[in-house]
């Protein structure tokens, strides 16, 4: 397995492949509960505008992606309304006794491991890698997580993402656990 940046449209277009196969829509109650479940649909267009700005992370087997986790800027998913009530809601925290506005962050657009792939450690080594990536840039990452995704959760806990504000999401009529990776740890 490679871990790399994103830097092909063909890998752009895995990784919409792959998110496809595992969106809330397309699974079961079952499944959901289980493996959890990604929220945000991206296009094309959409994801590579994201990309071009910083490039998403991904591990690919024999040129396959199998795990992905996006880099988003704030500013590049401006058109995606899913991300709106997160985007603004962070901007109005503090961290460390400092607004969230005076540190230079990124957000994990969305993070995914094929289900051929789970139960080995990758989320693990890919945030690892994310942050080994992005730590010259970005002083932490800051993602959420829907509070019926207990899986995710916990898979970011142990990445060494702690939550640091819950909120309610009035896109998805839901609320969601606002969780940060701090680079400097």
Same mark, same amino acid.
């Given at each position: 397995?490679?871990?790399?940046?994103? #830097?092909?449209?063909?890998?752009?277009?895995?990784? !919409?492949?792959?998110?496809?196969?595992?969106?809330?829509?397309?699974? #079961?109650?079952? %499944?959901? %509960?289980?493996?959890?479940?990604?929220?945000?649909?991206?296009?094309?267009?959409?994801?590579?505008?994201?990309?071009?700005?910083? /490039?998403?992370?991904?591990?690919?087997?024999?040129?396959?992606?199998?795990?992905?986790?996006?880099?988003?800027? %704030?500013?590049?998913?401006?058109?995606? /309304?899913?991300?709106?009530?997160?985007?603004?809601?962070?901007?109005?925290?503090?961290?460390?006794?400092?607004?969230?506005?005076?540190?230079?962050?990124?957000?994990? &657009?969305?993070?995914?491991?094929? =289900?051929?792939?789970? &139960?080995?450690?990758?989320? %693990?080594? !890919?945030?690892? @890698?994310?942050?080994?990536?992005?730590? /010259?840039? @970005?002083?932490?990452?800051?993602?959420?997580?829907?509070?019926?995704? /207990?899986?995710?959760? =916990?898979?970011?806990? =142990?990445?060494?993402?702690?939550?640091?504000?819950?909120?309610?999401?009035?896109?998805?009529?839901?609320?969601?656990?606002?969780?940060?990776?701090?680079?400097?740890?």
């Amino acid at each position: 397995m490679k871990f790399e940046r994103a #830097s092909s449209d063909e890998s752009i277009r895995q990784i !919409l492949n792959l998110q496809k196969r595992n969106l809330k829509k397309h699974l #079961s109650d079952a %499944e959901k %509960e289980s493996q959890g479940f990604l929220t945000a649909e991206h296009t094309f267009e959409q994801l590579k505008k994201i990309n071009d700005a910083e /490039p998403s992370l991904i591990i690919t087997d024999n040129g396959i992606v199998v795990a992905y986790a996006i880099a988003m800027l %704030e500013n590049a998913a401006n058109d995606m /309304p899913v991300f709106d009530d997160l985007f603004n809601t962070v901007a109005r925290l503090t961290y460390k006794n400092l607004p969230m506005t005076s540190y230079k962050y990124i957000f994990v &657009g969305q993070l995914c491991i094929d =289900k051929n792939y789970r &139960g080995q450690g990758l989320v %693990e080594k !890919l945030y690892a @890698y994310y942050k080994e990536e992005l730590k /010259p840039k @970005y002083q932490f990452a800051v993602t959420d997580i829907n509070e019926h995704n /207990p899986r995710s959760l =916990k898979a970011h806990q =142990k990445s060494g993402f702690e939550i640091i504000h819950s909120f309610f999401d009035n896109f998805t009529k839901s609320n969601w656990n606002i969780v940060l990776m701090d680079f400097a740890d």
